[in-house]
T-cell receptor, first 113, second 114 residues
Framework: GEDVEQSLFLSVREGDSSVINCTYT??????LYWYKQEPGAGLQLLTY?????DMKQDQRLTVLLNKKDKHLSLRIADTQTGDSAIYFC?????????????FGSGTRLSIRP | AAGVIQSPRHLIKEKRETATLKCYPI?????VYWYQQGPGQDPQFLIS???????DKGSIPDRFSAQQFSDYHSELNMSSLELGDSALYFC?????????????FGSGTRLTVV
């Protein structure tokens, strides 16, 4: 079935690294995403990874994918106050290029001074 | 760069009224998706269209209907509104040419039913 799970809250100190974890159930997922949503705002695509990749790095963001365990993580280096938001893990089940996105419940990241 | 445009940004309706939400995809994007996000919830897929035909259907109530027009814009029609329909409604667009990483979301329409 289609299910994406992630922890609801994460609190880190400014300047530290944040690691947000996610597990998914659909082994046929070909694309996995991280979206950021600030209060009252829309969904911003942060990064994505193909299922045949293990890692992707983009500036302060590092995505790790363990396909065997169906585990995805997002590491934000040098976390800043502007990183405070809800981070959604998401997948597109199946292989169709017109597949819907299934979102996790979102992890609320808060930054301590 | 052009983004996904949704209108209106905010909408207040009374119970049992109808509402129409509009979505204008990125130029040359032929696939449109609608999502509903309740307060404190994750976005839930409602329905999608590809080349003006419904391509997938999620948890969309029978009171809602949607279509994609010849210019690829889409409208979500909601009738007999209920208090529980209050939510943020997102539209996203993509094109098979850009692959599954080409989803772009609009800023959403916040619907409040009173």
């Amino acid at each position: 079935g289609e299910d994406v799970e992630q922890s609801l809250f994460l609190s880190v100190r400014e300047g530290d690294s944040s690691v947000i974890n996610c597990t998914y159930t659909d082994s046929s997922s070909t694309y996995l995403y991280w979206y950021k949503q600030e209060p009252g705002a829309g969904l911003q695509l942060l990064t994505y990874i193909f299922s045949n990749m293990d890692m992707k790095q983009d500036q302060r963001l590092t995505v790790l994918l363990n396909k065997k365990d169906k585990h995805l993580s997002l590491r934000i280096a040098d976390t800043q106050t502007g990183d405070s938001a809800i981070y959604f893990c998401a997948e597109t089940p199946g292989y169709s290029s017109a597949s819907k996105i299934i979102f996790g419940s979102g992890t609320r990241l808060s930054i301590r001074p | 760069a052009a983004g996904v445009i949704q209108s209106p940004r905010h909408l207040i309706k009374e119970k049992r009224e109808t509402a129409t939400l509009k979505c204008y995809p990125i130029p040359r994007h032929d696939t449109v998706y609608w999502y509903q996000q309740g307060p404190g919830q994750d976005p839930q897929f409602l329905i999608s269209f590809y080349e003006k035909m419904q391509s997938d259907k999620g948890s969309i109530p029978d009171r809602f209907s949607a279509q994609q027009f010849s210019d690829y814009h889409s409208e979500l029609n909601m009738s007999s509104l209920e208090l529980g329909d209050s939510a943020l409604y997102f539209c996203a667009s993509s094109s098979p040419a850009t692959g599954n990483y080409g989803y772009t979301f609009g800023s959403g329409t916040r619907l409040t039913v009173v």
